[in-house]
């Protein structure tokens, strides 16, 4: 058998757990073949073989290829204007009741064409590129009508086919309620096109990997989410959740309750609702860039969730609102630097433990055999680098499927 790539003189952090410190191997060698990794190990042990492409890679460290598990990266406009209020000292809630926030994106999102969605989006995308990510998760929720919020998700599949990474897309429909369902009676009547017109539609045409809503005071309840829950079990659709980000409103009770791959923000969640994620496996999903930005105080309760063994992701939450933030390195500094994860945790965040949280622990988020040979080559002397510097350009170069990302 010849080989497709074989990448020596590197060191790996194959971010496996259990082992060495980032499941390092020193002086190792990685075998590609047919776009999976069929073999890592020190150097020393490679079996002599023949490949196609032979990559030196001059003593750089390789990670698996990052994973960016919560993005709105699909949206019209910007809201650096609302940016500008906020710093003046208005808050996100008030701008919000106000009719601003969330929905004055939805307006710009409608008034998108698909092709612009994508080519702003890309502009984005290529942040995260050049900070490592090969697979990107991305949410709808600023369309909030029919074809609005399938336009967003089928601009999210055409990244996934034409921008060189992986996409997992989820259906965030119960994002905010649009200004034309505010009048009395249309809070009802959008859950209806939400629940039962939306989702499966967008289902049926094969968009949704996974069901996702803004559980908080100032956007849906706990009851009117776990309908749409009950529909995306209907469906066979994972769900996962933007839980107790502003007030403890038992948002990660609930996603453990119905099994969630995630729950992401968590600011405010119980003791109980911890335990209640450990039970149920849910992933907690933490996002340091919309706490940076809405200058948040109260952390996520880290030490909780390691004393009840929830297992933390940390992604970047890219969105036009909270977190305007298009670096995966820049999500790893802040997840050090105001949440105290090790950088350890906070690679882990974004590699293995972001494969689960996105349900594909079999295919991405460690360099183990039979994985996707999705790469990422930094230049750094030490894995913790990455979680070090602030906006200093790291990656030499990437692979998706065994394939260079140019
Ligand atoms: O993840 N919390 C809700 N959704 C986004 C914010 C979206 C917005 O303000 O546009 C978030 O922080
Ligand atoms: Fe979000």
């Not at 612009?116 to 998760?137: F, I, Q």
């Not at 209907?234 to 996603?255: I, M, R, T």
């Not at 350009?393 to 998706?400: E, M, N, S």
């Amino acid at each position: 058998m010849i080989a497709d790539r074989l990448i020596f003189d590197c060191h790996v952090a194959t971010m496996e757990a259990g082992g060495a410190a980032y499941g390092a191997i020193e002086d190792a060698a990685i075998v590609i073949f047919d776009g999976r990794i069929s073999w890592v190990g020190r150097r020393s042990d490679l079996p002599s073989m023949e490949a196609h492409h032979i990559d030196r890679l001059d003593g750089r460290w390789v990670t698996p290829g990052l994973i960016d598990c919560h993005t709105h990266l699909v949206f019209g406009g910007d809201r650096s204007g609302e940016f500008e209020r906020r710093l003046g000292g208005a808050t996100y809630e008030q701008i919000a009741r106000e009719g601003g926030g969330i929905v004055s994106s939805v307006a710009a999102t409608r008034a998108a064409s698909e092709d612009e969605l994508y080519a702003s989006a890309l502009t984005r995308l290529e942040g995260l590129k050049t900070t490592g990510v090969t697979t990107v998760e991305i949410k709808s929720g600023y369309g909030l009508d029919r074809d609005s919020e399938l336009k967003m998700l089928r601009v999210a599949r055409r990244i996934g086919r034409e921008a060189g990474v992986r996409v997992r897309t989820s259906y965030l429909g119960l994002h905010a309620l649009p200004p034309e369902h505010r009048a009395e009676g249309g809070r009802e009547a959008y859950l209806d096109l939400a629940v039962d017109e939306i989702l499966p539609m967008a289902h049926a045409e094969g968009l949704v990997d996974a069901v996702d809503a803004y559980c908080e005071p100032i956007a849906f309840s706990v009851g009117e989410t776990a309908r749409l829950f009950d529909r995306a079990r209907d469906l066979g659709l994972p769900v996962k959740l933007h839980a107790d980000q502003l007030s403890d409103g038992g948002g990660a009770a609930l996603a453990a309750r119905y099994g969630a791959l995630s729950a992401d923000h968590i600011e405010y969640a119980s003791e109980a609702g911890v335990a209640a994620m450990a039970e149920a496996g849910v992933v907690a999903v933490l996002l340091p860039g919309a706490y940076l930005m809405l200058r948040e105080t109260t952390p996520p309760p880290v030490d909780l969730l390691r004393r009840h063994g929830v297992d933390m992701a940390v992604a970047t939450d890219c969105n036009p609102g909270t977190s305007p933030v298009a670096s995966m390195t820049a999500a790893l500094n802040l997840a050090c630097v105001q949440f105290r994860l090790t950088p350890e945790e906070a690679l882990a965040g974004a590699t293995r433990i972001a494969a689960r949280a996105l349900g594909l622990s079999d295919t991405v988020g460690r360099i183990a055999p039979c994985l996707a040979a999705d790469l990422a080559v930094w230049d750094v002397s030490r894995p913790a680098e990455l979680c070090y510097w602030l906006g200093k350009p790291l990656l030499a170069r990437q692979y998706v499927a065994g394939n260079h990302l140019g």
